[in-house]
């Protein structure tokens, strides 16, 4: 979408951003991007909370996801930085979201996507807290092993590969001036899985490692082993 017609919609009233926003992206997913979808017969039932997580490689991420979850009408957890940038400000607004400070203990945040989760809502966290530059994965962010610690919801992961090339991030740093191709984003939905208890005699340290790897991995062994980055 051009600048200008970005700009001028941020002010225009709420209701008429998201009508705008979501046809737009009804046309971009019938018209541009195809989806391939594996392991359906892996989502839950909708009676609990989940927390679904996936690598982020693209803002495409969001409204692909939507496309595959929508049903559970999840919390989008978004880093507060997208709140500044007037393209992905009018996507946000789209989907419910928590906007939580990256690179920081966010405590508010963390509470209440916690109550949320407790509430028996589902939400949506790409534990790297942002999107990889380089196309592969890097090292999550622990606070996702925390909310699961703390919610006890069943963790469903996902992996995508191909939106990266749909919709590339921008050198220049403005995602305003990202556009989208045609292509096809290829998504795989694992088995659902609760973070595991501490064992007896084993150090916090080392429980956080293994726990942290044991929620990556279960992205990364579904993608192509040149999107496994750090966790090959």
Same mark, same amino acid.
């Given at each position: ?13 709420? =209701? ?38 996936? /690598? ?29 940038? /007037? ?5 946000? =607004? ?67 590969? =191909? ?70």
């Amino acid at each position: 979408m051009k600048k200008k017609l970005i700009n001028m919609l941020v002010k225009m009233p709420e =209701g008429f951003q998201k009508f705008v926003a979501r046809k737009y992206m009804d046309s971009v997913f019938k018209n541009k991007v195809e989806l391939k979808v594996n392991g359906e017969e892996n989502l839950p039932k909708k009676n609990e909370p989940i927390i679904f997580i996936c /690598n982020h490689l693209s803002n495409i991420d969001g409204p692909t996801l939507d496309r595959v979850i929508g049903q559970y009408d999840p919390i989008y957890v978004a880093g507060q930085k997208l709140s500044g940038d /007037n393209l992905t400000k009018l996507f946000i =607004g789209i989907y419910r979201n928590e906007t939580i400070k990256p690179d920081t203990p966010d405590k508010g945040a963390m509470k209440r996507i916690i109550k949320s989760l407790k509430d028996g809502e589902s939400i949506v966290i790409f534990p790297e807290g942002t999107r990889s530059r380089s196309g592969q994965m890097i090292e999550g962010k622990r606070g996702i092993m925390l909310i699961a610690r703390l919610s006890k919801a069943k963790i469903v992961p996902i992996a995508m590969h =191909g939106n990266e090339k749909i919709l590339p991030i921008s050198k220049s740093g403005d995602m305003s001036s990202e556009s989208i191709n045609e292509g096809t984003i290829n998504i795989n939905i694992g088995k659902p899985f609760y973070v595991r208890e501490r064992r007896k005699n084993e150090t916090k340290n080392d429980y956080d490692i293994d726990v942290m790897d044991e929620i990556m991995k279960s992205i990364a062994n579904m993608l192509p082993e040149t999107y496994r980055g750090f966790y090959k």
